[in-house]
């Protein structure tokens, strides 16, 4: 598809916002927004809009937060919501895997060491959000302790093994104590998970199996089934913390402590102490505690672990440096400008956890379908153990056991968990990168990306564009013109009129004094100086007809690429006049080029929008060319105009939009995916669902490949998840499979599906060095 330039309206100087109204989101239904993943054996709680933590505290209730302790994957964390939600004063619960967060609205303070008895009861410890762990405890556990019931069980059951050549019998009560004993942890776990609103836990059905192996007389079965259980949670758990080790990396980049200022002395203090314009000193190799403002004059930090830009950046006097950062070259004072909690590192924590919440639809998908696919496999189980010997005289042990195993085979555990854990780790991925991307949603709407539509000024180009021309004409001087312009752009924010006003700073000119200042919107400027109105606008928005050398310095200037206005002036009760032409050029990004041929490779179509004149942006499409092909591109659009333009093609492909300024943040909302420059408006970030941290141009393409990866991973998860159950399912009814075997399938599967979404966190690119 070829989309050609077909708009000719106009854009210069300041441009009011657009106000786009939010529409509701799929994404904030009940099903999605529940944190993590439903428990991976377990029928989720009712889906109720208190069981969601709202996004913005009500003023009445207390806001709490703990750090939770135990956690081996994402079903635990619905665990804990679905016990701390059932507490009376508990308006919701909102648990963060990633980040390990507990998030409480609470009625009453009064519930606070209720809440922590709970989570003790369904087997979970709280601590401070504050606290740090203590090394010393950390350094104490070893693969001997940390596995003491796996080892035990499994010492038991070759003890048992043994005697069973010499005693039979002692061998088989021998099998019976080991499974007891090791079942008696999991018994009290199902039972607590039933009274805190999850009665059909793993835990459960492996107590239900275990018991009935044993009732069966299939003692070394049931301690195998016990053992194989403990082997795959245990998996589980080391996947988990890998698939956490990124955010756990992130949240390590922020220092304990820091070397404040204090009348000219150094003093060390927490970090978590550290006030608004506090003075820190930083030495080389240590990282900053806080966001800071370079009070010294230069200095090399290194960005990497947050930006992914191997190179040390150089910093100059009053730049302002993210917390994490490390300092390279020299010691050096800032002046912290965070507040506790609110550093770059809290930031990106704060959308990661946003992220949680925002569901890929296959995930919401399966949340639902787990909700009434075990309690259903319990009834197909239970149908299975008593028709065939209630209508066909069947033996009643052999179906049982055949039932049995089908409890076993048929936990979604695996399938549940394929979508989270490979997501989680394609987010951490891209995170490691310097790529924020705000949830599955947004990660899988990448991977469907057809066309890329790009905001000119400040993501295509650097967003700082100079003056190269100031032509004046009625006998005008370039000083004369530069003051009258800079006296109707003086106080404006937009990228042009700061550049005109450092023009005139830069050559002394003194600005003259201008009244009754007002925007035209797509027009320009204008305003009075010494009675006459001077106006600044496009030159086909101008209501006076050019003259032909005016007209033909007009077209050389926007031929070379080059934004132009025109600058007239109208005394009172007489006919403006054209006074100068005032040209800019903004440089493009270095990557800009070998972004857009790396997108050209995936297919993915990219397109220019941008408010210039037409001679402007073809001249731009040309330096972008791919292949001898000028960029596609859309001229002289308003923020109204983009915003439709992107509702049009959205009709036809799937589009995503990057942008960084204000007036982008309307045209981002109506495509269907969007990514935001990190150095764009706080506006364009908020609105994005994806931001590059680092302003390279050529992560789009490797998130889009990441996305595309993803999704790949997701599809070969399941079919591993739903495979191996279709084929043990069908073996264990006819009876060639045991109950072992089936536990092995489904830890099996659970392992599988895990180790293939760990590939992700080695991922590399294709179409970037």
Same mark, same amino acid.
């Given at each position: 598809?070829?989309?050609? #330039?077909?708009?000719?309206?106009?854009?210069?100087?300041?441009?009011?916002?657009?106000?786009?109204?939010?529409?509701?989101?799929?994404?904030?239904?009940?099903?999605?927004?529940?944190?993590?993943?439903?428990?991976?054996?377990?029928?989720?709680?009712?889906?109720?809009?208190?069981?969601?933590?709202?996004?913005?505290?009500?003023?009445?209730?207390?806001?709490?937060?703990?750090?939770?302790?135990?956690?081996?994957?994402?079903?635990?964390?619905?665990?804990?919501?679905?016990?701390?939600?059932?507490?009376?004063?508990?308006?919701?619960?909102?648990?963060?895997?990633?980040?390990?967060?507990?998030?409480?609205?609470?009625?009453?303070?009064?519930?606070?060491?209720?809440?922590?008895?709970?989570?003790?009861?369904?087997?979970?410890?709280?601590?401070?959000?504050?606290?740090?762990?203590?090394?010393?405890?950390?350094?104490? !556990?070893?693969?001997?302790?940390?596995?003491?019931?796996?080892?035990?069980?499994?010492?038991?059951?070759?003890?048992?093994?043994?005697?069973?050549?010499?005693?039979?019998?002692?061998?088989?009560?021998?099998?019976?104590?080991?499974?007891?004993?090791?079942?008696?942890?999991?018994?009290?776990?199902?039972?607590?998970?039933?009274?805190?609103?999850?009665?059909?836990?793993?835990?459960?059905?492996?107590?239900?199996?275990?018991?009935?192996?044993?009732?069966?007389?299939?003692?070394?079965?049931?301690?195998?089934?016990?053992?194989?259980?403990?082997?795959?949670?245990?998996?589980?758990?080391?996947?988990?913390?890998?698939?956490?080790?990124?955010?756990?990396?992130?949240?390590?980049?922020?220092?304990?402590? %820091?070397?404040?200022?204090?009348?000219?002395?150094?003093?060390?203090?927490?970090?978590?102490?550290?006030?608004?314009?506090?003075?820190?000193?930083?030495?080389?190799?240590?990282?900053?505690?806080?966001?800071?403002?370079?009070?010294?004059?230069?200095?090399?930090?290194?960005?990497?672990?947050?930006?992914?830009?191997?190179?040390?950046?150089?910093?100059?006097?009053?730049?302002?440096?993210?917390?994490?950062?490390?300092?390279?070259?020299?010691?050096?004072?800032?002046?912290?400008?965070?507040?506790?909690?609110? #550093?770059?590192?809290?930031?990106?924590?704060?959308?990661?956890?946003?992220?949680?919440?925002?569901?890929?639809?296959?995930?919401?998908?399966?949340?639902?379908?787990?909700?009434?696919?075990?309690?259903?496999?319990?009834?197909?189980?239970?149908?299975?153990?008593?028709?065939?010997?209630?209508?066909?005289?069947?033996?009643?042990?052999?179906?049982?056991?055949?039932?049995?195993?089908?409890?076993?085979?048929?936990?979604?555990?695996?399938?549940?968990?394929?979508?989270?854990?490979?997501?989680?780790?394609?987010?951490?991925? %891209?995170?490691?990168? !310097?790529?924020?991307?705000?949830?599955?949603?947004?990660?899988?709407?990448?991977?469907?990306?057809?066309?890329?539509?790009?905001?000119?000024?400040?993501?295509?180009?650097?967003?700082?564009?100079?003056?190269?021309?100031?032509?004046?004409?009625? #006998?005008?001087?370039?000083?004369?013109?530069?003051?009258?312009?800079?006296?109707?752009?003086?106080?404006?924010?937009?990228?042009?009129?700061?550049?005109?006003?450092?023009?005139?700073?830069?050559?002394?000119?003194?600005?003259?004094?201008?009244?009754?200042?007002?925007?035209?919107?797509?027009?320009?400027?204008?305003?009075?100086?010494?009675?006459?109105?001077?106006?600044?606008?496009?030159?086909?928005?101008?209501?006076?007809?050019?003259?032909?050398?005016?007209?033909? $310095?007009?077209?050389?200037?926007?031929?070379?690429?080059?934004?132009?206005?025109?600058?007239?002036?109208?005394?009172?009760?007489?006919?403006?006049?054209?006074?100068?032409?005032?040209?800019?050029?903004?440089?493009?990004?270095?990557?800009?080029?070998?972004?857009?041929?790396?997108?050209?490779?995936?297919?993915?179509?990219?397109?220019?929008?941008?408010?210039?004149?037409?001679?402007?942006?073809?001249?731009?499409?040309?330096?972008?060319?791919?292949?001898?092909?000028?960029?596609?591109?859309?001229?002289?659009?308003?923020?109204?105009?983009?915003?439709?333009?992107?509702?049009?093609?959205?009709?036809?492909?799937?589009?995503?939009?990057? !942008?960084?300024?204000?007036?982008?943040?309307?045209?981002?909302?109506?495509?269907?995916?969007?990514?935001?420059?990190?150095?764009?408006?706080?506006?364009?970030?908020?609105?994005?669902?994806?931001?590059? $941290?680092?302003?390279?141009?050529?992560?789009?393409?490797?998130?889009?490949?990441?996305?595309?990866?993803?999704?790949?991973?997701?599809?070969? #998860?399941?079919?591993?998840?739903?495979?191996?159950?279709?084929?043990?399912?069908?073996?264990?009814?006819?009876?060639?499979?045991?109950?072992?075997?089936?536990?092995?399938?489904?830890?099996?599967?659970?392992?599988?599906?895990?180790?293939?979404?760990?590939?992700?966190?080695?991922?590399?690119?294709?179409?970037?060095?």
């Amino acid at each position: 598809m070829t989309i050609k #330039n077909v708009n000719s309206l106009s854009h210069i100087s300041s441009i009011q916002p657009l106000s786009v109204a939010k529409a509701p989101s799929a994404e904030t239904s009940c099903a999605q927004d529940t944190t993590g993943t439903s428990s991976c054996c377990s029928q989720s709680a009712p889906c109720q809009a208190n069981n969601e933590a709202p996004a913005a505290s009500n003023p009445d209730h207390e806001r709490q937060e703990w750090k939770v302790v135990g956690m081996d994957c994402p079903a635990c964390a619905k665990k804990v919501e679905n016990a701390v939600i059932k507490i009376e004063g508990v308006v919701s619960a909102k648990v963060l895997f990633a980040t390990e967060k507990l998030v409480v609205q609470l009625q009453s303070p009064a519930t606070h060491e209720q809440i922590e008895q709970t989570c003790v009861a369904a087997g979970f410890q709280l601590t401070s959000v504050h606290s740090t762990p203590d090394k010393s405890e950390k350094s104490k !556990g070893s693969l001997f302790t940390d596995n003491i019931q796996i080892i035990s069980i499994a010492l038991g059951m070759i003890v048992a093994a043994l005697l069973k050549s010499w005693s039979p019998q002692a061998s088989q009560w021998l099998f019976t104590l080991t499974c007891v004993l090791g079942l008696i942890p999991i018994l009290k776990s199902a039972y607590q998970l039933t009274r805190s609103g999850t009665p059909f836990a793993i835990e459960t059905l492996m107590s239900v199996a275990a018991l009935g192996a044993l009732y069966l007389g299939e003692t070394a079965e049931a301690a195998m089934v016990l053992l194989l259980f403990l082997i795959g949670e245990r998996l589980e758990a080391f996947a988990a913390s890998r698939a956490r080790s990124g955010v756990q990396a992130l949240m390590a980049l922020v220092p304990e402590s %820091a070397i404040k200022i204090i009348d000219n002395q150094r003093v060390t203090i927490a970090a978590s102490e550290l006030q608004l314009d506090d003075v820190i000193e930083v030495s080389p190799g240590s990282r900053l505690p806080a966001d800071g403002q370079l009070l010294d004059d230069t200095v090399s930090v290194d960005e990497s672990a947050l930006t992914g830009e191997s190179l040390p950046v150089e910093k100059q006097k009053g730049d302002n440096v993210m917390a994490g950062s490390i300092v390279v070259d020299r010691v050096v004072r800032f002046k912290a400008i965070s507040k506790q909690g609110e #550093n770059a590192i809290d930031r990106i924590l704060h959308l990661i956890e946003e992220a949680e919440s925002r569901k890929a639809p296959l995930e919401r998908f399966l949340d639902k379908f787990s909700r009434w696919y075990t309690p259903l496999m319990m009834v197909v189980a239970l149908l299975v153990v008593i028709t065939p010997p209630l209508l066909f005289a069947q033996p009643w042990e052999t179906w049982v056991y055949r039932g049995l195993a089908l409890l076993l085979i048929a936990c979604p555990c695996a399938l549940v968990i394929s979508t989270p854990a490979a997501i989680t780790s394609g987010l951490a991925t %891209a995170a490691k990168r !310097g790529a924020l991307i705000k949830g599955g949603a947004a990660l899988e709407q990448l991977g469907k990306v057809e066309v890329m539509a790009f905001d000119k000024t400040g993501t295509l180009t650097q967003g700082k564009p100079t003056v190269t021309d100031v032509i004046g004409l009625d #006998n005008l001087t370039q000083d004369e013109l530069l003051s009258l312009a800079g006296a109707i752009e003086t106080g404006s924010n937009h990228p042009l009129a700061k550049s005109l006003l450092l023009k005139a700073q830069q050559q002394g000119v003194i600005l003259a004094e201008a009244t009754d200042k007002q925007t035209l919107a797509g027009v320009g400027v204008q305003g009075k100086v010494q009675g006459q109105i001077i106006r600044i606008s496009s030159p086909s928005k101008l209501s006076e007809a050019l003259t032909p050398s005016v007209n033909t $310095t007009v077209q050389q200037l926007e031929d070379q690429g080059k934004t132009v206005v025109v600058v007239t002036r109208q005394p009172e009760q007489q006919a403006a006049s054209v006074i100068g032409i005032i040209a800019w050029q903004d440089t493009l990004r270095s990557d800009a080029k070998q972004a857009l041929s790396a997108l050209n490779k995936l297919g993915i179509q990219a397109i220019m929008l941008t408010g210039d004149n037409p001679r402007s942006a073809e001249a731009i499409s040309k330096k972008l060319s791919s292949d001898n092909k000028p960029m596609d591109f859309q001229a002289s659009l308003l923020p109204k105009d983009k915003v439709t333009f992107i509702e049009k093609l959205a009709q036809q492909s799937h589009v995503a939009m990057v !942008g960084d300024g204000i007036n982008d943040a309307p045209a981002m909302k109506a495509a269907n995916v969007s990514v935001a420059m990190g150095s764009g408006t706080d506006v364009a970030l908020e609105t994005a669902d994806s931001a590059i $941290t680092h302003n390279r141009l050529t992560e789009l393409a490797v998130m889009i490949e990441l996305s595309q990866a993803t999704l790949t991973n997701i599809r070969q #998860n399941v079919t591993i998840a739903l495979g191996l159950k279709a084929v043990f399912l069908v073996t264990s009814l006819l009876g060639i499979t045991g109950l072992w075997v089936a536990v092995l399938a489904d830890s099996g599967a659970t392992a599988l599906v895990t180790a293939n979404a760990l590939r992700l966190l080695r991922f590399k690119p294709k179409n970037i060095d």
